[in-house]
């Protein structure tokens, strides 16, 4: 740590809302999955600014299309035609096999244009009864009050209370608790292929396609929350690709512009054609300098072959996290879909464990006591993933038995 993090860390405390419980460092420069502090210090990023920087820190093609594009235009906003916008959704449009987007600043943004969306067609379909939505329990959907409403975590939401009513909650991966809660109110089903916030959970193949036939035996909208799953961080374009499943909504964030602040929604068919102007609306959503940055970053994404590098690469973490379970017993499970993936420690160690890696340059998330969560940089190598094996393994032993 440096002066500058002395300097800035008091003003934070003095000036910011304290939402945050931040970590003791202060990152100044980046470099593919590299960071660097105040000081100097090298570390190596296996959060991307949870999930959201794919491309690894200050990709070239991103940096070169956002500064071209700031020196022209910034905002117009939605009231008339800027370049990039339509050129975006087309393209997400061909990602996703069709459908029409919508583009506001972030992922709960995103989730509530889709709640907004879903009840709205559930109006147009069964009357105004049709507007429940159905969720897992464990995922997470926002920090606003709908996405919150929607979100199956009790503990995030309980101190703002009482949020918007006809959200239903059912266990992530139970058919039956599904088809039990999917009846005549419900305009939509909304789920994370992988909940990401709730630990890195995947929903089972079983399980996302018997959504997606319910959905469509009983005239619901099947919502995929995408936020943390798309932009090729399981492998595919959007995790839903590789359950061989198409959603009616899906939500998409975080590393759309590779780290900057977008949201959008892609919906189709009938979905498509439920908003009329009026009906939503976004000051700074799909603006141009933000818009040619996405453009830039899923051209990189394909160009690096990045989905391929998130298989081989989350393979890898994966054997090396199930050979470390083998050999200190102090984890219980190993999950995760290419690079998004977790470990359950047997003891309340997690933060503690984050903490230690990180004065040792490495930089991974804890969720809450037992869950050690890694969403590295799509450009991650064999050589960080092997580093950071080795160093789990030191750390772990050394606070194994200490947890008290």
């Known amino acids: 740590m440096g002066v500058l993090f002395d300097a800035e860390s008091a003003r934070d405390a003095a000036f910011h809302l304290p939402t945050y419980a931040r970590k003791p460092v202060m990152f100044v420069v980046g470099s593919g999955p590299k960071l660097f502090d105040d000081a100097g210090r090298e570390y190596l990023d296996f959060v991307a600014g949870i999930g959201s920087v794919n491309l690894g820190h200050a990709h070239p093609a991103v940096t070169s299309a956002l500064w071209n594009q700031v020196a022209k235009l910034t905002q117009v906003s939605n009231l008339y035609h800027v370049e990039h916008r339509a050129e975006l959704a087309e393209t997400l449009s061909g990602l996703l096999g069709g459908g029409k987007a919508f583009f506001c600043n972030s992922g709960t943004e995103a989730c509530e244009a889709a709640i907004k969306l879903a009840r709205k067609w559930g109006r147009s379909r ?9 969720t897992a329990i464990g995922s997470f959907h926002g920090r606003t009050l709908g996405s919150l409403a929607a979100t199956g975590q009790p503990g995030k939401k309980a101190a703002f209370e009482p949020l918007p009513g006809g959200f239903v909650h059912v266990a992530q991966n139970d058919v039956d608790a599904l088809d039990a809660a999917v009846g005549p109110k419900t305009c939509a089903v909304m789920l994370e292929p992988v909940q990401g916030e709730g630990g890195v959970h995947p929903c089972t193949p079983e399980y ?61 068919g009938s979905a498509a054609d439920t908003f009329e102007p009026g009906d939503h609306g976004s000051t700074f959503g799909g603006g141009p300098a933000i818009c040619v940055a996405a453009l830039a970053t ?42 998004m ?64």
Request: some cysteine; hydrophobic content about 50%.
């Open 208 to 268: 996302l396609k018997a959504a997606r036939k319910l959905c469509d035996e009983r005239d619901v909208l099947l919502v995929l929350d995408e936020v943390q799953t798309g932009m090729w961080r399981t492998g595919p374009a959007f995790a839903q690709q590789g359950y061989g499943v198409e959603a009616d909504v899906t939500c998409i964030a975080k590393a759309l512009a590779n780290g900057l602040p977008v949201g959008a929604i892609v919906a189709k």
């Open 341 to 404: 993936n977790a470990i359950e420690l047997t003891e309340p160690i997690a933060a503690k464990v984050a903490a230690v890696a990180l004065t040792q340059g490495f930089v991974i998330n804890s969720i809450g006591e037992h869950v050690l969560r890694f969403l590295p940089p799509l450009v991650i190598g064999p050589s960080e993933i092997d580093g950071l094996l080795e160093a789990l393994l030191g750390i772990i032993e050394t606070q194994e038995g200490g947890a008290a």
């Open 126 to 134: 069964r009357g105004e009864g049709c507007h429940e939505i159905v």
């Open 298 to 339: 899923i051209e990189a994404l394909q160009a690096q072959h990045l989905g391929e590098n998130a298989i081989v690469m989350g393979e890898r973490l994966r054997a090396g996290l199930r050979a470390l379970r083998d050999v200190t017993g102090a984890v219980a499970e190993v999950r995760g879909v290419g690079l």
